[in-house]
């Protein structure tokens, strides 16, 4: 059994961030992670998807991501090229290939127990994401229809879909990406649903923008100010390339949810039916938490209560780049440097303050 000062659990771009500041920190750690090789989730992109804002706004502490030759937003291989040298650059110790099963109170300190071994920390930082916790909705009908159903997961290219019917089911960011994507492609019909009429930001407003946003939010309520809204109250659609010419091209003509699925397609609210042989569902993710259960956290709606990055009912876990609840801006490249750098610093000053890793 390994004694370290911290174990981060993921090894994406929020633990290598956590990773960073835990080396500038000169703590001992490592950081556990299921992927086989460096990426994150990144590496499971569509192939098609380009990051929102340009390499330089799209950095984690300490090194800026090069720009992509040809490109003025990257592509998600460029990123887990980015991660991969972030790690070896700073010498990250990542586990590749060791995926946590779960996280106990062990004395004063806690147990971390994986498929590959087990640890002892003073302190843990929970940076799981999202991607491995993809959402469904218990739409009516789903169990009765005969095609194919997939979430934004398992979505790749429109080749895949030449010649058939789709509905892709989602509002956000990755329901009129991969809508535009068939939509410009052109092999495949599609159909764009949404449960209210989507909201595209304007067109001059990148990742760049959202991120100050974002802060411009955050410093509104630690000063005591009104809430400006953030990002929600612009838009839910960030305009880059492909969806803007999907939409000039008027390809983008969301309908309103359809009533259930059938055997074969689906049924719309004027009782009208339609034969489809595919539903991509860009629905959404939940946090994939399932490692912390032991610990007996969750409270309203599932989510762990958390004051920043620390979680209220156990102050030796963070979590980390889970959304806004867990640091503004952290689930972003950009904005999880700031989060990752106050939870070191919080487990650094536990340290201090005599919190040794446990015997």
């Known amino acids: 059994m390994t004694v370290l000062d911290v174990v981060v659990i993921g090894g994406g771009q929020a633990g290598l961030a956590a990773g960073y500041h835990l080396r500038r920190r000169n703590l001992s750690f490592v950081v556990l992670d299921a992927e086989a090789s460096p990426g994150g989730s990144w590496q499971h992109m569509w192939d098609s998807l380009h990051l929102f804002s340009p390499a330089e706004h799209s950095s984690l502490p300490g090194r800026l991501m090069p720009a992509q030759a040809g490109e003025t937003y990257p592509d998600a291989r460029h990123v887990v090229d980015y991660l991969g040298d972030y790690e070896k650059r700073y010498d990250l110790p990542v586990q590749h290939g060791t995926r946590v099963e779960a996280v106990r109170r062990d004395g004063g300190g806690l147990l971390v127990e994986a498929d590959t071994g087990t640890w002892r920390a003073a302190a843990v930082i929970s940076a799981t994401g999202t991607w491995s916790r993809p959402f469904l909705p218990a739409a009516p009908g789903r169990a009765d229809f005969a095609g194919r159903q997939l979430h934004t997961v398992r979505y790749r ?8 019917h789709v509905v892709v089911v989602g509002g956000g960011n990755s329901g009129a990406q991969i809508a535009a994507d068939l939509a410009l492609d052109g092999r495949a019909r599609m159909t764009w649903v949404t ?10 407003i990148d990742g760049r923008a959202l ?3 974002a802060t411009a939010r955050r410093q509104a309520l ?6 400006t809204g953030g990002v929600a109250a612009l838009g839910d659609i960030v305009a880059v390339p492909p969806v803007r010419a999907a939409r000039d091209a008027q390809l983008l003509d969301a309908k309103p949810m359809f009533d259930r699925l059938t055997t074969h397609g689906v049924r719309w609210p004027d009782g009208s039916a339609e034969d489809v042989d595919a539903v991509i569902w860009c629905t959404g993710f939940r946090p994939a938490l399932s490692h912390l259960a032991p610990l007996n956290l969750r409270r309203e709606r599932g989510r762990i209560p958390t004051e920043g990055t620390r979680a209220v009912h156990e102050p030796r876990l963070h979590l980390l780049g889970y959304g806004d609840w867990t640091g503004p801006a952290s689930a972003t490249l950009i904005g999880v440097g700031r989060p990752a750098r106050d939870a070191v610093r919080e487990i650094a000053a536990l340290r201090q303050h005599g919190a040794s890793p446990p015997q």
């Open 211 to 213: 991120f100050d946003v």
């Open 222 to 227: 630690e000063a005591g100010l009104p809430d």
């Open 195 to 204: 449960q209210r009429p989507p909201r595209l930001l304007p067109d001059a």
């Open 157 to 164: 290219s429109p080749a895949e879909f030449a010649g058939q």
